[in-house]
């Protein structure tokens, strides 16, 4: 497609189990970020890929958030024992990685999970 | 912690005024994006700023970037209502490094027909 697609846009989630969102970048872009939006806020960086690498997991929260982009295109963000703070919008970006660029990103719609 | 703080946090305005949104930081930014968000979409890239003190227009939209590089400004002028939205900044410490994108906290804008 022409732009980021993020799957699903909702989802609703029990406290404890396990969820997977899905995002498929722009085509022919080799950085993927994640981002968690908190209501009202501005996107908090979660993790960084160029390719399949896994460059920058910084933003992690905890070992019960998991990110893979295993070949170098779709990625998956797992959340594990989801937890009520786990609650947000997660992001998915996309760019083109270049030494002269300055790094625009293209934001997917999101995928809003609540967690009862 | 937001590295970069917005203000106003909300602001909500009659429609044709001019209205001024800051972000700010202690720290040196190599470069500054400014985003506009709408509910249930993602972010979109308005502008990039990169020399301290440049200033770029888009429309009735102005930006400015700190000669220090540590603050922005986005000036609007004669809003209208479809320029309600999420206005977010974001500040890069890399050349080329997306990675280290920080995003302030956001200032919710509604501009009242």
């Known amino acids: 497609g022409a732009g980021v697609s993020q799957s699903p846009r909702y989802k609703v989630a ?36 160029q390719n399949e690498a896994q460059l920058d997991k910084s933003g992690l929260p905890s070992d019960r958030f998991f990110a893979e982009r295993p070949e170098g ?3 998956t963000l797992k959340i ?37 | 912690t937001q590295l970069l703080e917005q203000s106003p946090q909300f602001l909500s305005i009659q429609e044709g005024e001019n209205l001024t949104v800051y ?10 994006q400014w985003y506009r968000q709408e509910p249930g979409e993602g972010p979109v ?39 309600t939205g999420l206005y977010l900044c974001a500040g890069s410490r890399g050349w080329g490094s997306a990675r280290q994108l920080t995003f302030g906290s956001g200032t919710q804008l509604t501009v009242l027909p």
């Open chain 1, 14 to 49: 029990k406290r404890g189990q396990d969820v997977a969102l899905r995002c498929d970048p722009i085509s022919g872009h080799v950085s993927l970020f994640w981002y968690q939006q908190a209501l009202g806020q501005g996107p908090e960086f979660l993790t960084y890929f």
């Open chain 1, 73 to 75: 295109s779709v990625s």
């Open chain 1, 80 to 116: 594990q024992r989801t937890q009520q703070e786990d609650s947000a919008v997660y992001l998915c970006a996309s760019s083109l990685s270049s030494g002269t660029n300055t790094g625009e990103l293209f934001f997917g719609e999101g995928s809003r999970l609540t967690v009862l």
């Open chain 2, 23 to 32: 972000c700010n930081s202690s720290s040196v930014f190599s470069s500054l």
């Open chain 2, 45 to 83: 890239l308005l502008v990039t700023v990169v020399t301290g003190g440049e200033v770029k227009k888009l429309k009735r939209l102005t930006f400015q970037f700190g000669d220090a590089r540590k603050d922005s400004s986005l000036h609007i002028t004669a809003a209208q209502p479809g320029d």
